[in-house]
């Protein structure tokens, strides 16, 4: 498969309307995408975001998670293989850490945004269950959402293996920290801060080496944040929308890590079926590329969601790689794409 033709005019015209009068654009690489997952079950818009589990003990036998917004959670292998799944509702966006205390024993956990019954957000949990394969479940937890529009936006900060905060970018710009007590039968999630950006907000990631946050209004920038959640700072521009390097509208954020706190910050411009990479610890702009097919794997558009695995998964992802949503499979459903992290890094100029 390739390319939808009417996609890519799309998204020509689309990248002109959003540049500045007499810019010029931004040279963009293209790297391509070498496995790709089953298609989502759910016909139209439905598969958003994924989450990577690696296996210590066994990195090929890592896991992905992904979401089919319409139905559920999927789990593939690292091959694409759809090896289990859960009917977890409307669930939006995902994210997991591995090594956290659910009653008191060490597992997986996997949570997203559930909008099966907005306006009323929750925060959907699992555990992740490796040998076999498979999802269990824990609860659907409410969260305040006082009216102020859809949950949207999930990412997750493992501060201890006792201590897991849920950040919920709600879609009109309230970001709002929750606090997760896994300690119980019954799991809770407590508001514990509320920080306020001007519009729709989605993609978000956190660092977990710094505590720093990072979110994408989606229109306008990439800030960064304090992840403490006494924190009173307040949140800075860490890239702007500038309609050159980086199109409207900001979907999915991810870390490239490297070291204790350098790497790049990675953002899928979805308006121009783009990636663009900045310095993690300076936001001086790197690269732009786009993912395109190789043999029976297709190219890919209009990406909502990405994740960066760091680590050696055995080949042919030796040193991680990036996994991101293909908004336009066609024939077939919509899924995810897997690029090799060592070319990524090659082309991003990493080691």
Known sequence: M????????????????????????VETATIP??????????????????????????????????????????VYDL?????????????????????????GREAVLVAATDR??????????????????????LAHVPVASDGVGDV????????AADRVFAFIAFNNGDVR???LDLSGSAPSATLVRDVK????????????RTGLLYVGEERRAIWRIDAAPDSKAPPTMFAAVDGVRLIPDIEGVTIIPQGARGGLLLASSQNDNAYVAYDLESGRYVRRFRV??????????????????????????EKGFLIVQDGDNAPDNQNFKLVPGKALKTLLGLK
């Open 197 to 208: 950006l001007g519009s729709r907000t989605e993609g978000c990631v956190v660092d977990d």
């Open 292 to 317: 395109t097919g190789s043999g029976p794997v297709d190219g890919v558009t209009d990406t909502d969601g990405l994740e960066f695995a760091p680590g050696n998964f055995s080949a042919p992802f």
């Open 79 to 103: 091959s694409g293989k759809l090896v289990a799944s859960a009917p977890a509702g409307r669930v939006n966006n995902v994210d997991l850490r591995a090594d956290v205390l659910i009653g």
């Open 2 to 25: 390739s390319l939808h033709p009417v996609s890519m005019l799309a998204s020509i015209l689309g990248l002109f309307a959003a540049m500045p009068s007499g810019a010029q654009p």
């Open 177 to 179: 920290q929750y606090a």
């Open 116 to 137: 099966s019954d907005d306006p009323h957000g929750k925060i959907a949990l699992y555990a992740l269950e490796a040998s076999p394969a498979g999802l269990r479940h």
């Open 152 to 159: 949207y936006g999930f990412c997750l900060w493992r501060y």
């Open 33 to 74: 995408a070498v496995r790709e997952t089953a298609p989502v079950a759910s016909p139209g818009d439905s598969a958003d975001d994924p989450a990577v589990w690696r296996n210590p003990a066994d990195p090929a036998k890592s896991l992905i998670v992904g979401t089919d917004k319409s139905w559920g959670l999927n």
